[in-house]
């Protein structure tokens, strides 16, 4: 990719950014050692160190290759070919390969596939497991009560099917290149660039070959400027610099705080009598309780020769109890009378886990800010009601790849190479498009679960208002505020013993993690960063138990004592897995997720 980029260099200055706490004992190591905390600038081991950028130039930057993002790049391609015109569009992607950290369910509606690619069943999509059977129960700790699913409402899968969400993208991936789009993987973007007036003019990628300490290797490699016209943020959940863009600009003012869940997922060969292709099940309730937001899925495959289930678990992470443990419960639901014989006598093959949007129309930000705008999951556009999230995020980025066309194709012959283009449409665009009335019909439903019966308050809600309305209740339920500010103290809490895993059915996490064929290198800042190395002992764990080592399904977080009993946190930054869980649930609001090394993370394979 340099020889490709670097059209041009010019030198990076430094900004001065605080330094973590120095308030800790002498035998805390230091925690955070990134450079998106500390300012190299004053650090005597960076003096003589060349920080040039290389940087380069292109129409529109669109930072992650998921759906959303390959999805605004075919389009824009297909618009450029059917007008006769070129313009540049370059997706910078943080996997090794397209699709290595793409997790989901997945069913998915075609509807948004048909627009994008009328004849992708000809192209060879890997879409080819039709929905033929739908159930839906409640899970009490010994019973299966099944509920009845009405006819075209929106857990009613018939027309949908059954995909490994990983393999669509890459798929997706390989139309973009075949129509000319610039895909570099392996580089994840760590910086908004702006220009003097404020506006995003494109992202910087991470800088390789720092130490753990944070110190420059030999191997040290300053990261490259991708400048452009126009950046779209497609960064997926609670994306990094998406983050950065929502607080800068102010796009969640006048919205309501976005609230995530946690999904768990394994795929599992069963054995073939009890493999039913394109069966499709879903469960609520047990093993959380009424008041935590919870719910399973089973998909039945139809693949060649084989006779394979994707399995999961979604936690809501506005849960309260801090001695919860998201992973723990999903492995508990596998132990259930009706789902444990699923299992029994098959064959674990891969894990994983990713948080997200759950929050629905009330919690989408604004879209628009000067240089760019956010689509995809980047800006929440999960239809929590019906599990389904995809052909929203897609639709965005190809209503996006219009607007951005729209004023690509506006500029004069004279224009400079970086003048930016206008995305204001893109708001008004998306608010006019099915996406928008899909969510405004049931963005009720999942702040409904707040009322004081929990699960049943909203299945009564589901089942009776909406069924009333059709989604045109004269008003709009607000969720609870942020999932970080639902976690209770401790002595509020009741602890929960989680059974031993037997190896079989049920895992530990640590042999979970080792399914995802993770990797960072062991030897760089660890890209969970603190805000305050002092809060996890002196917040976390003193009022809250240490929650982080509960909620990471990864195991990266963990309270040990030196031979003095005393305890410090220590964070396995090799295992992440790239879910997001700890920088949305943290307590003190204390962790930052940044991007690692590029290439680094877990290496999914049709996840």
């Known amino acids: 990719m340099s020889a490709v980029l670097a059209s041009r260099r010019v030198l990076s200055t430094f900004s001065r950014r605080p330094r973590a706490s120095r308030g800790l004992a002498s035998a805390q190591p230091r925690l955070t050692t990134h450079y998106k905390k500390l300012d190299r600038s004053t650090d005597p081991r960076w003096e003589g160190v060349d920080m ?38 370059t997706v910078i992607e943080k996997a090794g390969t397209p699709g290595a950290h793409t997790l989901s369910g997945a069913v998915i509606e075609p509807c948004a596939l048909d627009e994008l690619f009328p004849n992708w069943k000809e192209l060879g999509a890997p879409v080819t497991t039709a929905v033929t059977q739908d159930s839906m129960a409640i899970l009490t700790e010994t019973m299966s009560i099944p509920l009845p699913i009405p006819p075209r409402s929106g857990m009613d899968n018939h027309g949908n099917y059954i995909v490994r969400l990983g393999n669509v993208v890459a798929w997706l991936a390989e139309k973009a290149e075949e129509l000319g789009v610039e895909i570099y993987t392996g580089y994840g973007a760590v910086e908004l660039l702006f220009d003097e007036t404020g506006a995003v003019v494109g992202a910087a990628t991470n800088d390789v070959g720092v130490a753990k300490d944070g110190s420059p290797k030999p191997s040290f490699e300053r990261g490259m400027e991708l400048r452009a016209r126009a950046t779209l943020l497609a960064e997926g959940c609670h994306g990094s610099l998406t983050k950065e863009a929502i607080v800068k600009y102010s796009l969640r003012e006048g919205k309501c705080e976005q609230t995530y869940g946690l999904g768990l997922k394994e795929v599992w060969r069963i054995k073939p009598e009890l493999h039913k292709p394109g069966r499709v099940e879903h469960t609520a309730g047990w093993p959380v309780d009424r008041h935590t937001w919870g719910g399973s899925f089973l998909y039945h495959l139809d693949e060649p020769d084989d006779t394979l289930v994707a399995a999961g678990y979604v936690v809501g992470l506005d849960y309260a109890n801090t001695y919860l443990s998201p992973f723990g419960e ?30 629905g129309l009330q919690s989408i930000p604004k879209l628009v800010f000067p240089g760019g705008a956010l689509i995809g999951c980047s800006a929440g556009f999960l239809n929590v009601p019906k599990i389904k999230g995809t052909h929203t995020a897609m639709k965005s980025g190809m209503v996006a790849a219009e607007t951005a066309f729209a004023g690509l194709d506006a500029l004069p012959t004279d224009a400079p190479d970086d003048q930016l283009i206008d995305m204001a449409g893109y708001q008004p665009a998306m608010e006019g498009s099915w996406v928008w009335s899909e969510l405004h019909a049931v963005r009720n ?17 589901a089942g009776i208002v909406q069924y009333l309305f059709g989604g045109r209740e004269p008003f709009t339920l607000r969720h ?3 999932d970080s500010a639902a976690l209770r103290r401790k002595e509020e809490c009741t602890p929960i013993v989680y059974p031993k895993p037997d190896g079989k059915l049920t895992f530990d996490i640590l042999s979970s993690v080792a399914l995802t064929s993770t990797n960072h290198d062991h030897n760089e800042p660890p890209h969970l960063t603190l805000r305050d190395d002092a809060v996890p002992l002196a917040r976390n764990l003193a009022l809250y138990d240490g929650p982080e080592q509960r909620f990471c399904p990864a195991g990266v977080y963990e309270y040990v004592a030196d031979e003095a009993g005393a305890r410090r946190l220590q964070i396995n930054a090799q295992n992440c897995i790239h879910c997001k869980t700890c920088d949305i649930k943290c307590p003190s609001q204390n962790i930052d997720w940044v991007v690692p090394e590029g290439g680094g993370g877990p290496a999914w394979q049709g996840m």
């Not at 439903?445 to 809600?461: D, E, I, K, T």
């Open 445 to 461: 439903v999942r702040p409904s679960f707040h009322s004081p019966l929990g699960l049943w308050g909203m299945l009564a809600y």
């Open 330 to 359: 999903f492995q508990k639901w596998k132990t259930h009378p009706s789902i444990r014989p699923i299992f029994e006598g098959g064959e674990r093959l891969s894990y994983g886990a990713r948080a997200l949007n759950e929050g």
């Open 52 to 89: 040039e950028r290389a940087v380069d130039q292109t129409d529109v930057l669109i930072v992650g290759g998921g759906p959303a993002g390959l999805s605004a790049a075919i389009k824009l391609k297909q618009l450029c070919a059917a007008a006769g015109k070129e313009f540049r569009v």
């Open 480 to 482: 609870a505020g942020p």
